[in-house]
Every structure is written in structure tokens, then in C-alpha cells.
């Protein structure tokens, strides 16, 4: 499995980007997808994640309300849209993989990762 995120950039504060991240390889062996997002200096953070059969998302408090997950599964494909954006959201975010049973919002519980893609907001 390997992931491919883009859609980062910079954005004013209450502005919105949507995150894309492209699943390829064997996705039907995927059982959770997550985003989580990292800063300079600061512990890698969960964002979002769903269950890929069953769909059922959940999101860190942080991001309830403004950030939404979906999935193309056509194209092995998922987003993450976030709007309101505020310049705490400002961080490298990760889409991340899992084929195990694990906690979601748990990094270590991912076996795949993509490279990250760069969200800067602007306040």
C-alpha cells in the first residue's frame, strides 16, 4: 500500500482546503484510514480517521465541526475538508493506513504512511 497526499497551501484564517490522499496498491486490505498532522517541534497529532468498510469517521475535538472526511472508493481515494481554518491548524498533514485492527487516533497503529503535505494559514 502506498499513499500520495496533496492539496496543502496557504490559506487565510476561515478559509478552507481540501486534503487529498490516493490510496494505491492493495486498498482492500485496509481496514482504518487516518490524517494526523505534525508541527516543528511539537508530538504528531491525530486529526481524523475512518473505518474503510462501514465508513464510520471520527475527529479529534479540535477539528469537530469544521473538518469532514469522505472517500471515493472508485478511485482509492479520500479527502479531508477543512473549513474555518485557523491558524493553529497550520502543520504538516499525513495520511496514514491501517491493516490491523488499532486505535484510530493512535499513529502507531498505522502501517502506512504518505510523504505529508503542507497547510499554512494565515491569520
Known amino acids: 500500500v502506498q499513499l500520495q497526499a496533496s492539496g496543502g497551501g496557504l490559506v487565510q484564517a476561515g478559509g478552507s482546503l481540501r486534503l487529498s490522499c490516493v490510496i494505491s496498491g492493495r486498498a482492500s486490505s485496509i481496514l482504518n484510514m487516518g490524517w494526523f498532522r505534525q508541527t516543528p517541534g511539537k508530538e504528531r497529532e491525530f486529526v481524523a480517521a475512518f473505518t474503510w468498510i462501514g465508513g464510520s469517521s471520527y475527529f479529534a475535538d479540535s477539528v469537530k465541526g469544521r473538518f469532514t472526511l469522505s472517500r471515493d472508493y472508485a478511485k482509492n481515494t479520500v479527502y479531508l475538508q477543512m473549513n474555518s481554518l485557523k491558524p493553529e491548524d497550520a502543520a504538516v498533514y499525513y495520511c496514514?493506513?491501517?491493516?490491523?485492527?488499532?486505535?484510530?487516533?493512535?499513529?502507531?497503529?498505522?502501517?502506512?504512511w504518505g510523504q505529508g503535505t503542507q497547510v499554512t494559514v494565515s491569520s
Open positions: 496514514a493506513a491501517a491493516r490491523s485492527r488499532g486505535r484510530l487516533s493512535r499513529g502507531e497503529d498505522y502501517e502506512f
